[in-house]
């Protein structure tokens, strides 16, 4: 409670760095959210220890002042930069007809303002439901199972964090892209970038095979951990193109979709996670399918977005009907 009590006066922060780092995404700039982050992450080094320890010795306190200190320093990092942007400054026109433009483009922005924070709403809600069905089966099954769950989760979190880099690049790029041919161009460059991230982040994982240790003396969970090493290497292509092609999706504006897919994804994977007996189980075909449910459906939506319609489509735009020969009256009457 002493930390929450704390953490939580850093909540408009937080909303605010979120929302920021959006906007500025959507201005292909990358560079000013990456300062934002680097001075809070500096702030947070530097004062955990002070706060944490010597002199003022606030324990758990003093972690969460740290941290709510760092994510104020990021929020002022956005706002100096969007004050001297002037990127929300608005003018209201005297004119009625004007200010009338004005309100009616407002209300546009607006409603679809909300209609993409609804999907993705949906979306977020249905995934975090996912994982913590997946950690409740885990911690049902044994305290070996989720501690041996709860290190790949976050070695999994790691590498989805580096792997979203090239996610974010796609969302902004497709939300510019307005010819087909552009469109097709960028979303085999980014399968292709997709695939090698996925290769590279797989032997990286395979690698630290031999640093388990360090997460655990347990030799029961590293033994689990053990089993669970080749699972996740087996699951990084999949996990980096279901986020490429989501990303894709996203700057497409097909929010809509994505939320319903992921919740069927979900649903489907708690069906599946139900019936697991062992961490192995949960990560092999419970995480998998939520996983391939997502995928499939980013497909579909990335197919829409490189104009694949529907096979009456292609019927009806595509296909010219043969002409009918003309008909002789003179040799029928």
């Not at 000013?32 to 220890?49: E, G, H, R």
């Not at 041996?148 to 976050?154: D, E, G, R």
């Not at 090698?196 to 689990?224: A, M, N, T």
């Not at 999706?249 to 489907?268: H, R, S």
Request: charged share 15%.
């Amino acid at each position: 409670m002493s930390y929450l009590k704390i953490r939580a006066l850093a909540a408009p922060a937080v909303l605010l760095i979120t929302v920021s780092e959006g906007a500025f995404r959507g201005y292909c700039d990358t560079r000013t959210p990456l300062i934002a982050s680097l001075t809070a992450a500096i702030v947070n080094v530097i004062f955990d220890p002070i706060l944490m320890f010597k002199p003022l010795k606030m324990g758990v306190s003093g972690a969460a002042a740290a941290t709510a200190g760092s994510q104020i320093s990021a929020m002022l990092v956005y706002l100096n930069v969007i004050h001297k942007r002037k990127m929300v400054r608005y003018s209201l026109s005297s004119s009625p007809v004007k200010h009338q433009q004005i309100k009616n483009k407002r209300r546009k922005v607006i409603y679809t303002i909300l209609r993409a924070n609804v999907s993705m709403l949906m979306k977020q809600f249905s995934l975090l439901v996912a994982w913590s069905y997946a950690t409740s089966r885990a911690t049902s099954i044994g305290h070996v199972h989720v501690a041996a769950h709860q290190i790949t989760l976050s070695l999994w979190l790691l590498f989805a964090l580096v792997q979203d880099g090239l996610a974010v690049a796609a969302q902004v790029l497709m939300s510019r892209t307005t010819s087909l041919h552009s469109k097709r161009s960028l979303t085999f460059y980014m399968v292709k970038a997709s695939v090698l991230q996925s290769i590279l982040c797989s032997l990286i994982i395979y690698l630290l095979r031999g640093f388990l240790p360090v997460f655990s003396k347990d030799s029961r969970v590293l033994e689990k951990l053990q089993l669970l090493m080749p699972v996740l290497i087996a699951f990084q292509p999949l996990v980096s193109a279901t986020l490429v092609m989501e990303s894709i999706v996203v700057g497409g504006n097909c929010f809509l979709l994505l939320a319903f897919g992921t919740f069927v994804a979900t649903v489907g994977s708690m069906v599946i996670l139900r019936k697991a007996e062992s961490v192995v189980s949960i990560w092999m075909y419970g995480l998998t399918s939520l996983f391939i449910g997502r995928f499939i459906v980013a497909i579909i939506g990335v197919l829409y977005l490189n104009g694949l319609r529907w096979p009456k489509s292609w019927k009806r735009k595509n296909i010219q009907q043969p002409i009918p020969p003309p008909i002789d009256f003179d040799s029928q009457t």
